[in-house]
């Protein structure tokens, strides 16, 4: 079969021993160049040594990279790397040649060791390698591409194969589900290894090549003892990882308590290290060291895992692989799921659609018109085949218990994940937990609120960081008071009733934005409210004055409020406080956001802002409310600084 598709010019007997050559040219050249390119920076310059060395080659390196490019060219085409009836069928291509440049890596350094005692090195080699698979992967995309437009030109049938790293990624879209996580799995072990590694190397090079930690004989050698507990270091990591199913697509990043996992199992790690020392009487460690190394591997790891997830996520929204979501159950809880999916676009929340009772559809015809119906639970299974569902979101709420059971049965043996949503808007993970009682599953929430020793330590922080912001902000007030008074007439501070906790009256202090006569304005401008529920919100509001504008864009005219923290009567994190006509327009559910001292910043001003709608804000706010914690309070002032500079739904 294979043979009939590789009928055509570029694979005909004749052109594949060409073919072949020019692919071993290529890797000859660019293993080369990655020696040169390795050993320059290396030795002629003072990236990695403040030590010059002199401008000749060390014949045993020359030797060593003749030997390596020799051993790489026959793993390679052990690999089949150099027939063009196999490089091209499939995206593990790439994958292939890593492979191969690492056994060879490895059986080069295997050698070295036992047979000439390994000298070498180790930033060199650390630099050959990452170029050795950079460059090949380079010139072998270029050969591909290239070829692929003779391939045209001469009228060739190129839909079956796939030239170049953009076409291979595409076709990884067709890739199951399981074959996606253990890739990415596997991605992030690599990640990890290489991450952990230079951690290490890091924190011994300070400690020990350095005197920043005080006086070292400064010597380029590393101790044994350092180098075994460093692979013993993280080979436990990656384990350890393993168990906390850090590797399981399902089970990291957002909501899953991602970052504190990371952190505890690097730091049980070190743990294991001391004691392991400790127990087979090696531990002689610096403890700088040690703590340099949990410093550097928490934020490399942290860092490096962060970005993947980023670019991992740009690169399958440009090529088209999203993970479709089905909510099972038409009502109110899956509108606000999709709502809520809709705002994370990005990270591959994409809602495909609703399934259902098909009598229930029917029986409600005109609300069920404002769903995407993929389907009936009837046929569930099929429905999710025809439509490549990855994830199931069953509303717990629309379903009794025998109900969801049976629904879960239908999607045995399919590869996607399954999610019941309990119904718990308000409450992260952090504060609830399963439990089993008798055989009964329930969920225990975590006591949180704003009394006893939390109100404290939240009273403590207002007033601490008020005070700081208002003696920083003094030169401000000045600026701003002078630019207002010479900008229009009226008064440089604004005045205005808001309620606060349990519906108490205060004055709160913002700089004019508006001109004096403002508040008579605002009937004739209602019919242009922009804004849903009780508040009034216009994006050209032409009661702003030209300083205003600039001082809303960026927030400024909220930095007097500061006074109102000092005062007690608002907090730096919660609730925006409302005015007196809002209220009044409150239902019961909405009335329970002044449960709590109001703020200047909340989670909804990092959220989108004015460009939310006042449901939204009022969710946000509960959920605010109901999980409130101080790690919470100091995320939110972080988030407020970069939602200010980039003015997201400020007007």
């Known amino acids: 079969m294979i043979k009939k598709k590789l009928s055509f010019y570029l694979f005909e007997r004749k052109h594949?021993?060409?073919y072949a050559f020019i692919l071993i040219v290529a890797d000859i050249f660019s293993l080369g160049a990655a020696a040169v390119l390795s050993y320059y920076l290396r030795f002629y310059t003072k990236i990695f040594s403040d030590i010059l060395f002199a401008n000749t080659i060390n014949k045993t390196y020359l030797a060593s990279v003749v030997i390596f490019i020799a051993c790489a060219l026959i793993i390679i085409a052990l690999f089949g790397?150099?027939?063009?009836?196999?490089?091209?069928?499939?995206?593990?291509?790439?994958?292939?040649?890593l492979i191969s440049i690492i056994v060879v890596s490895l059986l080069f350094v295997i050698f070295w060791i036992i047979f000439v005692d390994f000298l070498f090195s180790r930033i060199w080699f650390a630099l050959f390698f990452s170029f050795s698979v950079l460059f090949i992967v380079i010139l072998r995309g270029i050969i591909a591409i290239i070829s692929r437009e003779k391939l045209k030109e001469k009228k060739g049938d190129?839909?079956?194969f796939y030239f170049g790293i953009g076409e291979n990624l595409k076709i990884s879209k067709e890739f199951s589900r399981l074959k996606k996580k253990i890739a990415y799995g596997l991605f992030l072990v690599v990640n990890d290894v290489i991450f952990l590694g230079f951690s290490f190397y890091y924190a011994y090079y300070l400690r020990f090549y350095t005197r920043l930690f005080g006086e070292n004989e400064l010597s380029f050698t590393l101790d044994e003892s350092y180098v075994l507990y460093s692979i013993i270091f993280i080979l436990f990591a990656v384990f350890i990882f393993f168990i906390s199913k850090l590797y399981n697509w399902d089970n990291i990043y957002r909501g899953s308590n991602y970052a504190n996992r990371i952190i505890r199992s690097l730091v049980i790690n070190i743990v294991i290290i001391i004691l392991m020392g400790t127990l087979f009487n090696r531990y002689t460690f610096s403890r700088i060291w040690l703590l340099l190394l949990t410093a550097f591997s928490i934020i490399s790891v942290l860092i490096s895992r962060l970005l993947i997830e980023y670019f991992t996520q740009l690169v399958l929204n440009k090529i088209g692989i999203n993970g479709k979501t089905a909510i099972v159950g038409i009502?109110?809880?899956?509108k606000r799921i999709e709502d809520t999916f809709e705002r994370r676009s990005f990270w591959g929340y994409k809602i495909a659609g609703y399934i259902d009772h098909k009598d229930r559809i029917e029986k409600h015809n005109d609300y069920a018109k404002s769903f995407n119906i993929l389907g009936y639970t009837e046929n569930i299974k099929e429905v999710v085949l025809k439509n490549n569902i990855q994830r199931v979101i069953i509303s717990g709420l629309e379903y009794k218990y025998f109900e969801a059971l049976d629904i879960i049965e239908h999607?045995?043996?399919?590869?996607?994940?399954?999610?019941?949503f309990p119904g718990f808007f308000e409450f992260s993970i952090k504060r609830l937990a399963v439990r089993e009682i008798s055989g009964i599953p329930l969920m225990q929430v975590a006591n949180i609120g704003f009394f006893g020793i939390n109100l404290f330590l939240k009273n403590l922080i207002d007033y601490f960081l008020g005070t700081i912001f208002f003696i920083l902000f003094i030169p401000i007030y000045l600026i701003v008071g002078l630019f207002i008074k010479i900008d229009s007439k009226g008064p440089v501070f604004y005045k205005q009733k808001r309620y606060t906790k349990k519906c108490k009256e205060f004055y709160i202090y913002k700089f004019r934005t508006m001109y004096i006569d403002a508040d008579k304005r605002l009937e004739e401008l209602k019919a242009f409210n922009e804004a849903?529920?009780?508040?009034?919100?216009?994006?050209?509001?032409?009661?702003v004055t030209r300083v205003g504008r600039f001082l809303r864009k960026f927030s400024v005219d909220e930095l007097p409020q500061v006074l109102n923290v000092l005062r007690g009567e608002l907090s730096i994190v919660g609730p925006r406080p409302p005015i007196p006509a809002e209220v009044e327009e409150y239902s019961d559910w909405q009335l329970k956001r002044l449960d709590v001292k109001q703020g200047i910043t909340g989670l909804w001003?990092?959220?989108g802002r004015s460009d939310l709608n006042f449901e939204e804000m009022t969710r946000l706010d509960l959920y605010y409310i109901q999980n409130w914690s101080i790690g919470?309070?100091?995320?939110?002032?972080?988030?407020?600084?970069?939602?200010?500079?980039?003015r997201k739904g400020a007007y």
Do not use: H
């Open 81 to 97: 790397l150099y027939r063009p009836n196999r490089i091209y069928l499939r995206p593990t291509y790439y994958f292939r040649i």
């Open 411 to 420: 999607l045995k043996g399919l590869d996607l994940s399954i999610m019941l």
């Open 532 to 543: 849903s529920g009780p508040l009034f919100k216009m994006k050209n509001d032409p009661r």
């Open 158 to 160: 190129v839909s079956n």
């Open 605 to 607: 001003q990092i959220s």
């Open 331 to 334: 009502g109110e809880n899956g």
């Open 632 to 646: 919470m309070d100091l995320i939110i002032i972080l988030k407020t600084i970069p939602a200010v500079i980039f």
């Open 16 to 18: 594949i021993f060409p």
